[in-house]
C-alpha cells in the first residue's frame, strides 16, 4: 500500500502562483510515477501532469503547458506541482496519484491522495 497526501491549496488571485506537494509513504518502491490530476464541479476528473520518479521524463496537459511544472524529490518520495499565472479555469480540486507507468489515464493509478482545493479567483 501507497499513502500520499497533498498539501499547498488555497485562494489565489488570477496570475497569481501555488505550489502543491504530494508526500507518499508506505511501499513506495512499487509505484515510479507520480502524477497530478484535477476535478471541477459538475466535471470529470482531468490528467494535468505527471512524472517518472526515476528517468524524469515528464508529461502535461495541453492547458497546463507553459505554466505549470511537475518535480520530484526522490529522498523525500514528494512530488511538486508548481502552478505558475494562474487562472478561473484551474480552479479545482487537485489529487495526486501513483502508479507504475506515465500515462494520462486515470484509471491506470493505483493510490490516490485525498484532494487540495485550489481556487482562483479575485
Known amino acids: 500500500q501507497v499513502q500520499l497526501v497533498e498539501s499547498g491549496g488555497g485562494l489565489v488571485q488570477p496570475g497569481g502562483s501555488l505550489r502543491l506537494s504530494c508526500a507518499a509513504s508506505g511501499r513506495t518502491a512499487s509505484s515510479n510515477t507520480g502524477a497530478w490530476f484535477r476535478q471541477a464541479p459538475g466535471k470529470e476528473r482531468e490528467f494535468v501532469a505527471a512524472i517518472h520518479m526515476s528517468g524524469g521524463a515528464t508529461s502535461y496537459a495541453d492547458s497546463v503547458k507553459g505554466r505549470f511544472t511537475i518535480s520530484a524529490d526522490n529522498v523525500r518520495n514528494t512530488v511538486i506541482l508548481q502552478m505558475n499565472s494562474l487562472k478561473p479555469e484551474d480552479t479545482a480540486v487537485y489529487y495526486c496519484?501513483?502508479?507504475?507507468?506515465?500515462?494520462?489515464?486515470?484509471?491506470?493509478?493505483?493510490?490516490w491522495g485525498q484532494g487540495t482545493q485550489v481556487t482562483v479567483s479575485s
Open positions: 496519484a501513483a502508479g507504475r507507468i506515465l500515462t494520462k489515464d486515470n484509471n491506470l493509478y493505483r493510490y
